[in-house]
C-alpha cells in the first residue's frame, strides 16, 4: 500500500521508490502508451499536460538520480539517460522535461544541507533551471542575496516546478564579479509565457522574471565549486559522482530526448515503408533498397550514439570518491555528447529526407520527430563546433583560449540553455 501525504488541497501519493534500472524501464514503457496519446494535446498546450507528470511522479521515475536519503532510487544517470530515451520515444516534449526536472534533483543536492532538507521536504518537488539570467545582478544582503530584476528564456518545466536554480554574476567588493547558482522557490518567480517554438513544442521553455526574492546564503552556490567537485552538499553522500564537475555529468540527462526521438522517427518510418513497399510487386520492392538502407543506417547511428552516451553515464556512475577528470577527458565527454546527439539528429534528418511529400504534413508523425529533434540538438551542450574545437585544443595541449583578449565562456556553458 501507497503511503499518502496530505496537502490543504488535495492527497497525493509519495512517488514509489525503484529497485532496480529493470524496473524503472518498465515503468517507463508502461507509460509511453498514454504519453504517446497525449502527443497532440502536449503541442496544444505547449506544455506537458499535468496527467503525465502525475503519472511520471507516482511511477517513481522523477527519483532515478535522487538521492536514496530523500527518498529517491538514486539508481544514477545511466538508467535515468534509458528512461528518458523510452519516454522521448512516445513523446520528445515529454522526455525532455522529464530529463530537465529530474536531472535537476542530482544539482540540488549538491546544495548545503539545508537547502536540501527545505527542497526535499515534499517528495513531490520538482526543480526547473535556468542557468544564466540577464537584467540586474543579484545583490549581497545580510543573511543572503537580494534578487531585483533578473530575467532569462528558455526555462522548460516551469510550469510544473515548485522550485528553480538560477544563475547569477554577483559583484564583489574588489570590483570582480562571481558567478552562483541559486535555489529560488517559484513562487519568486514570474512565468512570461512566451514559448511559441518551431520544435519542442510541449516543453513549455518560457521566459522567467525575477521581480524581488531574498535568497538565504545557505540556497546559494558558488559555480567554482560546482566546476571543481567541491559543492558542499557532495560531502553528504558516498558516491562519487557528487564530487564529478557537475557539467561532466548533468548534461548527460537532456541527451536521452533527441536519442528517443531518433528511435520515433525510425520506427514511424520502417511502419510507413513497410505498409508501402510491401504491396508493391517483387521488382518494384527492389526499386525501394535505398529506403533499407537508410534504415540500416539511422538504426546503426542511433545504435552507437547510445552506446557513447552510456560509456560516459557509466563512467560518472561508478565513480570513486575522490575521482577526477584531467582537461582531455573532460573535452572528451563534451565532444562525446554532441557528437552522439548530432548523430541522432543526422539519422533523423536522413529519414525525413526520404519520407516524400507527405511529411510536410503536420498529421504526419515524422515531421513532428523532424522537427523536436532538430530543436533539441540546438542546445548548447550539444553544438558540435564548440565541443569539437575544445577537445582539439585539449588533445594538442593548447590554451583553451583564443589569445589576449579572447572572450572567456560564462561558467557552465555545457549545461547552459538552448
Same mark, same amino acid.
Given at each position: 500500500?501507497?503511503?499518502?501525504?496530505?496537502?490543504?488541497?488535495?492527497?497525493?501519493?509519495?512517488?514509489?521508490?525503484?529497485?532496480?534500472?529493470?524496473?524503472?524501464?518498465?515503468?517507463?514503457?508502461?507509460?509511453?502508451?498514454?504519453?504517446?496519446?497525449?502527443?497532440?494535446?502536449?503541442?496544444?498546450?505547449?506544455?506537458?499536460?499535468?496527467?503525465?507528470?502525475?503519472?511520471?511522479?507516482?511511477? &517513481?521515475?522523477?527519483?532515478?538520480?535522487?538521492?536514496?536519503?530523500?527518498?529517491?532510487?538514486?539508481?544514477?544517470?545511466?538508467?535515468?539517460?534509458?528512461?528518458?530515451?523510452?519516454?522521448?520515444?512516445?513523446?520528445?516534449? #515529454?522526455?525532455?522535461?522529464?530529463?530537465?526536472?529530474?536531472?535537476?534533483?542530482?544539482?540540488?543536492?549538491?546544495?548545503?544541507?539545508?537547502?536540501?532538507?527545505?527542497?526535499?521536504?515534499?517528495?513531490?518537488?520538482?526543480?526547473?533551471?535556468?542557468?544564466?539570467?540577464?537584467?540586474?545582478?543579484?545583490?549581497?544582503?545580510?543573511?543572503?542575496?537580494?534578487?531585483?530584476?533578473?530575467?532569462?528564456?528558455?526555462?522548460?518545466?516551469?510550469?510544473?516546478?515548485?522550485?528553480?536554480?538560477?544563475?547569477?554574476?554577483?559583484?564583489?567588493?574588489?570590483?570582480?564579479?562571481?558567478?552562483?547558482?541559486?535555489?529560488?522557490?517559484?513562487?519568486?518567480?514570474?512565468?512570461?509565457?512566451?514559448?511559441?517554438?518551431?520544435?519542442?513544442?510541449?516543453?513549455?521553455?518560457?521566459?522567467?522574471?525575477?521581480?524581488?526574492?531574498?535568497?538565504?546564503?545557505?540556497?546559494?552556490? $558558488?559555480?567554482?565549486?560546482?566546476?571543481?567537485?567541491?559543492?558542499?552538499?557532495?560531502?553528504?553522500?558516498?558516491?562519487?559522482?557528487?564530487?564529478?564537475?557537475?557539467?561532466?555529468?548533468?548534461?548527460?540527462?537532456?541527451?536521452?530526448?533527441?536519442?528517443?526521438?531518433?528511435?520515433?522517427?525510425?520506427?514511424?518510418?520502417?511502419?510507413?515503408? #513497410?505498409?508501402?513497399?510491401?504491396?508493391?510487386?517483387?521488382?518494384?520492392?527492389?526499386?525501394?533498397?535505398?529506403?533499407?538502407? $537508410?534504415?540500416?543506417?539511422?538504426?546503426?547511428?542511433?545504435?552507437?550514439?547510445?552506446?557513447?552516451?552510456?560509456?560516459?553515464?557509466?563512467?560518472?556512475?561508478?565513480?570513486?570518491? &575522490?575521482?577526477?577528470?584531467?582537461?582531455?577527458?573532460?573535452?572528451?565527454?563534451?565532444?562525446?555528447?554532441?557528437?552522439?546527439?548530432?548523430?541522432?539528429?543526422?539519422?533523423?534528418?536522413?529519414?525525413?529526407?526520404?519520407?516524400?511529400?507527405?511529411?510536410?504534413?503536420?498529421?504526419?508523425?515524422?515531421?513532428?520527430?523532424?522537427?523536436?529533434?532538430?530543436?533539441?540538438?540546438?542546445?548548447?551542450?550539444? #553544438?558540435?563546433?564548440?565541443?569539437?574545437?575544445?577537445?582539439?585544443?585539449?588533445?594538442?595541449?593548447?590554451?583553451?583560449?583564443? &589569445?589576449? &583578449?579572447?572572450?572567456?565562456?560564462?561558467?557552465?556553458?555545457?549545461?547552459?540553455?538552448?
Amino acid at each position: 500500500m501507497t503511503t499518502e501525504v496530505q496537502s490543504p488541497e488535495v492527497i497525493r501519493p509519495v512517488p514509489q521508490v525503484l529497485d532496480s534500472r529493470e524496473a524503472a524501464l518498465v515503468a517507463a514503457r508502461e507509460l509511453s502508451t498514454g504519453i504517446a496519446q497525449r502527443t497532440a494535446a502536449t503541442e496544444e498546450l505547449r506544455s506537458v499536460p499535468e496527467a503525465s507528470i502525475a503519472e511520471i511522479m507516482d511511477s &517513481g521515475l522523477f527519483g532515478v538520480v535522487t538521492p536514496r536519503r530523500w527518498g529517491g532510487s538514486e539508481l544514477g544517470f545511466g538508467a535515468m539517460l534509458e528512461v528518458q530515451a523510452e519516454l522521448a520515444s512516445a513523446c520528445t516534449s #515529454t522526455g525532455w522535461v522529464y530529463g530537465v526536472l529530474a536531472g535537476h534533483t542530482w544539482l540540488a543536492a549538491l546544495f548545503p544541507e539545508k537547502a536540501q532538507e527545505e527542497v526535499f521536504e515534499n517528495p513531490r518537488s520538482l526543480i526547473a533551471s535556468l542557468i544564466r539570467l540577464g537584467g540586474k545582478a543579484p545583490q549581497r544582503v545580510e543573511g543572503g542575496f537580494r534578487w531585483q530584476g533578473g530575467t532569462g528564456k528558455f526555462c522548460s518545466g516551469i510550469d510544473h516546478s515548485n522550485w528553480v536554480l538560477v544563475g547569477g554574476q554577483v559583484a564583489e567588493d574588489d570590483g570582480s564579479a562571481e558567478a552562483w547558482y541559486f535555489l529560488i522557490p517559484s513562487t519568486d518567480i514570474k512565468i512570461i509565457d512566451d514559448w511559441h517554438a518551431v520544435g519542442l513544442k510541449g516543453t513549455g521553455s518560457k521566459s522567467m522574471l525575477v521581480e524581488d526574492a531574498f535568497i538565504p546564503a545557505h540556497r546559494a552556490v $558558488r559555480f567554482s565549486d560546482l566546476g571543481a567537485g567541491k559543492a558542499p552538499g557532495a560531502v553528504l553522500y558516498d558516491a562519487g559522482h557528487y564530487s564529478l564537475p557537475y557539467d561532466t555529468v548533468w548534461p548527460l540527462s537532456l541527451a536521452g530526448a533527441p536519442l528517443g526521438a531518433a528511435v520515433g522517427a525510425l520506427n514511424a518510418f520502417v511502419k510507413a515503408t #513497410t505498409a508501402r513497399v510491401a504491396a508493391l510487386p517483387a521488382d518494384v520492392q527492389a526499386a525501394n533498397a535505398t529506403a533499407f538502407a $537508410r534504415i540500416a543506417q539511422a538504426g546503426a547511428q542511433i545504435d552507437a550514439s547510445r552506446a557513447l552516451l552510456l560509456r560516459d553515464a557509466a563512467a560518472a556512475d561508478d565513480a570513486l570518491p &575522490g575521482t577526477t577528470f584531467t582537461r582531455l577527458e573532460r573535452a572528451a565527454r563534451s565532444r562525446n555528447l554532441a557528437f552522439a546527439v548530432q548523430q541522432c539528429r543526422e539519422a533523423v534528418n536522413t529519414l525525413y529526407q526520404a519520407s516524400g511529400g507527405s511529411g510536410v504534413y503536420l498529421t504526419s508523425d515524422m515531421q513532428r520527430w523532424w522537427r523536436d529533434v532538430n530543436a533539441a540538438s540546438q542546445h548548447v551542450a550539444f #553544438t558540435w563546433d564548440l565541443a569539437a574545437v575544445a577537445f582539439g585544443r585539449a588533445a594538442t595541449g593548447l590554451e583553451a583560449m583564443g &589569445g589576449p &583578449g579572447a572572450a572567456k565562456p560564462g561558467p557552465g556553458a555545457a549545461a547552459a540553455g538552448k
